[in-house]
């Protein structure tokens, strides 16, 4: 199994940037897929970006353009890197490593940008 933890949260006014990581330990071979979400109070959990065991990217239509999801295969840490940060963005991400039926979920870090 893998395991994943993230940081890099914190407070931003709106326009600003932010960069999370994800660093995975455990057994990280470059099967796993792995994901950011995010919630937001009084949300259902929302799918924000991922990034596939070949290097394939995808994005949620809400952030396409501003954020972008990095991988350090040598480093084991996925990244974040989230521009022009609106209001609407505040949530707590959370990375997850996923590879068939296994699932690794990390506890989240609080993302806040004040308007």
């Known amino acids: 199994q893998v395991q994943v933890a993230e940081s890099g949260g914190g407070v931003v006014k709106a326009g600003g940037s932010l960069r999370l990581a994800c660093v995975a330990s455990g057994e990280t071979h470059g099967a796993w897929t792995h994901h950011w979400y995010r919630k937001a109070p009084g949300k259902e959990r929302e799918w924000v970006a991922s990034v596939s065991s070949g290097g394939i990217t995808n994005y949620a239509d809400a952030v396409k353009g501003r954020f972008t999801i990095l991988r350090d295969t040598v480093e084991n840490t996925i990244y974040l890197q989230m521009n022009t940060l609106k209001p609407g963005d505040t949530a707590v991400y959370s990375c997850?490593?996923?590879?068939?039926?296994?699932?690794?979920w990390g506890q989240g870090t609080q993302v806040t940008v004040s308007s």
């Open positions: 997850a490593a996923k590879w068939g039926p296994y699932e690794s």
